[in-house]
């Protein structure tokens, strides 16, 4: 089965909302209140960006509010699942460890597939050039990260 582009794109902007894994596993056991409000407020700019360069109308307002919560909804769930394996660092073997990180990877792989629901119903409500204009802008973003790395 083809993924279409536009999912793929819509992955990769939530990867940038969300914590990243690797950024966790150099935080400090606890993740503090302060910095949780910025990962939300991150997240936050990220859903008002998005809404931005995909020129939401007021008509597809419903189907956008289901892509930013699914967006929030994943970011809670993830973030939450890094902080408890930060809380654990010092307790947890290897294997608890592995188990940890196979946690948030499959809850992560689980918010997508939910993004990917609530995108697709608000990509099927755009018309034609509103949709290539998120085509090119999931394509846009995809190329700034490959040319970070």
Same mark, same amino acid.
């Given at each position: 089965?083809? *993924? +279409?582009?536009?999912?793929?794109?819509?992955?990769?902007?939530?990867?940038?909302?969300?914590?990243?894994?690797?950024?966790?596993?150099?935080? $400090?056991?606890?993740? +503090?209140? $302060?910095? &949780? @409000?910025?990962?939300? !407020?991150? =997240?936050?700019? &990220? *859903? /008002?960006?998005?809404?931005?360069?995909?020129? *939401?109308?007021?008509?597809?307002? $419903?189907?956008?509010?289901?892509?930013?919560?699914? #967006?929030r909804d %994943?970011? %809670?769930?993830?973030?939450?699942?890094i902080?408890? &394996? #930060?809380?654990?660092?010092?307790?947890?073997?290897?294997?608890d460890?592995?188990?940890?990180y196979?946690? *948030?990877?499959e809850?992560?792989?689980?918010? =997508?597939? !939910?993004?990917?629901?609530?995108?697709?119903?608000?990509?099927?409500?755009m018309?034609?050039?509103q949709?290539? !204009?998120?085509?090119v802008?999931? @394509? /846009?973003?995809?190329?700034? &990260?490959?040319?970070? /790395?």
């Amino acid at each position: 089965m083809k *993924i +279409p582009s536009f999912a793929v794109g819509i992955s990769a902007a939530l990867l940038l909302a969300v914590p990243s894994v690797a950024l966790a596993q150099s935080a $400090p056991p606890s993740t +503090p209140a $302060p910095a &949780r @409000a910025a990962i939300a !407020n991150r =997240v936050e700019q &990220r *859903i /008002k960006s998005l809404h931005a360069q995909l020129m *939401i109308t007021s008509s597809e307002a $419903p189907q956008w509010a289901a892509v930013a919560q699914a #967006m929030r909804d %994943d970011a %809670d769930t993830v973030g939450a699942l890094i902080r408890q &394996r #930060m809380e654990k660092v010092g307790t947890m073997n290897a294997v608890d460890d592995l188990r940890a990180y196979q946690a *948030i990877a499959e809850a992560h792989a689980a918010g =997508v597939a !939910n993004l990917v629901s609530a995108f697709e119903a608000l990509y099927a409500v755009m018309p034609p050039r509103q949709q290539k !204009n998120a085509d090119v802008v999931f @394509a /846009k973003a995809m190329h700034r &990260r490959a040319a970070k /790395k």
